[in-house]
Every structure is written in C-alpha cells, then in structure tokens.
C-alpha cells in the first residue's frame, strides 16, 4: 500500500506544484493578477507550494525503500517526474487553451515512460 499512497500523493503534489508554478500566469491573462507586483505573486506561489511540500515530503518518505518503502531514489524521482509530466499537460490543458500536445511532446513522453521501464529494471 505504501506506493500506491506515495502515487497519489505524488499527484497531489504535483497538482499544487503545477498551479504555484504556472497558475498566476493564469490569474494574469484573465486580469485577477495583471497588477499583482512581483512580490505579491511570488508569495502567493509560495502560499500554494506549501501544499505541494505537505505532499511531496511524506510520498518521498513513505515511498523510499531506506524507510520501509517500495521505491528507490531514483525509481522515485523518474516516477515523480512522469506524473509531473501528466499533470502539468492536464493542467495546461484546461487552464491555457491552444496549449495543447503536438507529437513532440507525445514522443518525448513515450521516452519517459521507456525511462521508467529502464528505472525498474
């Protein structure tokens, strides 16, 4: 159970990661922040990212085989990497229209998912 637990709060994390990093881009185009000064976006990220440390700090610990884990290093960050990757064309998706995956982006994928098959080896 606990990868599947470090799964799901890797994409919890991600979630919140993808927003702080890129949803006041967002807020910008539709004018709630198109006066926030640089500052005030850069807490707000912060704000957010917050989230993101309060998921991503317990899937590592959970996740890695030195704690009684299913994962090692590097199994986990290609397995965060992947799911970073997921979310964020989700997100991308729905929140900046015309953002959308050309077959670069599937191939590249594909060599991610090839990466994780490596990974596991």
């Keep these: 159970m606990s990868g599947l637990y470090t799964i799901l709060l ?5 979630i919140f990661m993808t927003l702080a990093w890129y949803g006041h881009l967002r807020l910008q185009q539709t004018g709630v922040a198109s006066h926030w000064p640089l500052i005030g976006v850069i807490a707000f990220s912060w704000l957010i990212a917050f989230f ?7 899937a590592n610990r959970i996740g890695y085989e030195g704690n009684g884990g299913p994962y090692s290093l590097v199994q986990l960050k290609v397995i965060q990497e992947c799911i970073s990757l997921i ?3 989700v997100i991308a998706n729905m929140l900046f229209q015309g953002q959308g995956l050309h077959w670069n982006h ?8 090839a990466a994780v098959y490596f990974v596991f080896l």
């Design 87 to 89: 979310v964020f064309a």
């Design 10 to 14: 890797l994409f919890c994390s991600n």
């Design 106 to 113: 599937i191939a590249a994928f594909v060599c991610l998912i």
């Design 52 to 58: 993101e440390y309060c998921c991503q700090v317990p």
